[in-house]
């Protein structure tokens, strides 16, 4: 028996702790691993209040949230390869111009 | 039993984030990133959602971080480069981050009404979820299916980019 906010605050930290990695991460990859940490932080708010509120839609929201998920690291990835393709690098200092 | 679940895997989901930021390898913290996300899918059952955390296994897991783990060894991404990042970052945006979480936290101790969670709850069942899932909410769920075609798509296309432009060059 413990309190929902327990979750809440697990979620809350999650999401944080994605933002920092946003923030001093180096590398492209390791940036769009923080935004999938985000991601599920905020899932877990969703299933949280889904069982507070008895409610499904809850549970639903967080399905569609991983369908879009899986299509944004398909998309990301291969925009990833293709920003390799033509840099060479990973770094994000290094990737500072939009011109090739 | 509820407590000492939520303690072990609200503990592995904070270290593996915490590992996350602080390894310098991408295919470590892409390892760590799977360690959070599979402690997460035993906090959904602790939910009672178990749909979900078969999914969270199935599709978060599994097929999107091996395709996290692919990219890293197809490119053979070394290890991150220690540069100083932009200083507005470090002075504005670690405030910002510590001002953010305070704010959510104050906001959920102190809101009233938030119920508690115990192992005995009903959890929702597979049934429930597809009965709502197929008839108030088919149309978004059809939606995503064309969302998923044109990731495809676009992945796919993205990813021959390069050989398209050598075929032009020629």
Sequence with gaps: MIPISWYLLLSATLFCLGVVGFLIKRNLITIFMSIELMLNGVNLSFVAFAHQWHLVKGQIFVFFVMVVAAAEAAVGLAIIIAVFRARATLAVDRIDLMKL | ?170
């Design chain 2, 1 to 170: 039993m509820h407590l000492v679940l939520f303690i072990v895997f609200a503990g592995f989901c904070l270290a593996g984030a915490l590992n996350l930021l602080l390894q310098s390898h991408p295919i470590n913290s892409a390892l760590s990133l799977v360690v959070v996300m599979s402690s997460l899918a035993v906090l959904y059952l602790l939910l009672g959602a178990e749909f979900l955390a078969a999914a969270q296994i199935i599709v978060y897991a599994g097929a999107i971080m091996v395709l996290f783990t692919f990219v890293v060894m197809l490119l053979n991404a070394g290890r991150e480069e220690r540069t100083l990042g932009s200083r507005a970052a470090k002075l504005l945006g670690f405030p910002a981050v510590t001002a953010l979480l305070a704010v959510i936290a104050t906001v959920i101790l102190k809101a009233q009404g938030l119920g508690s969670v115990a192992l005995s709850d009903p959890i929702t069942t597979t049934e429930e979820l597809s009965r709502v899932l197929f008839h108030e909410l088919l149309l978004p769920f059809e939606v995503t299916s064309v969302l998923i075609l044109i990731a495809i798509l676009g992945a796919v296309a993205l990813a021959r980019a390069g050989d398209g432009e050598r075929r032009v060059g020629k």
